[in-house]
């Protein structure tokens, strides 16, 4: 008989005699799993579920699948991507969006920089200044 096999990011609990198999479905978040089989040694034999590495989700315990543009999962074990933040009037972008991170946004300064669209790409554009010489006859 093959000893009790527990696992972290699964709710399966596998027990069984030599031979036998069992699926594993991992928690949303994670991916492996798979046919397990309780192998002749007294332990089952199968791919654990790991953690779906950053800038993936997986919502079902399947395949980890990449964010697509304009979204990021940061960290590890993510069921979902998110959309990126989008800076808003006044701010810029100082860094962009990846699919691990999410945007940072900067505050213009005034009479310096600013920035008139709300997204996710443009940073503080310069103020033009102008210089006018006015001869009076």
Known sequence: A???KTFDHASAVLTGV??????????????????????????FGGTDCTPCPAGTASSDGGECVACGASTFASGTGNTLCTAVTKCGLGKGVQT????SSDTVCEACTAGANHSDVN??????????????NIQLS
């Open 2 to 4: 093959c000893a009790q």
């Open 18 to 43: 030599t031979g036998d198999t069992a699926q594993v479905t991992c928690n949303a978040g994670a991916h492996g799993g798979g046919e397990w089989t309780c192998n002749a040694n007294g332990t």
């Open 96 to 99: 962009q969006a990846t699919a």
């Open 119 to 132: 997204d996710a790409n443009q940073s503080c554009l310069g103020v033009s200044t102008f210089t006018f």
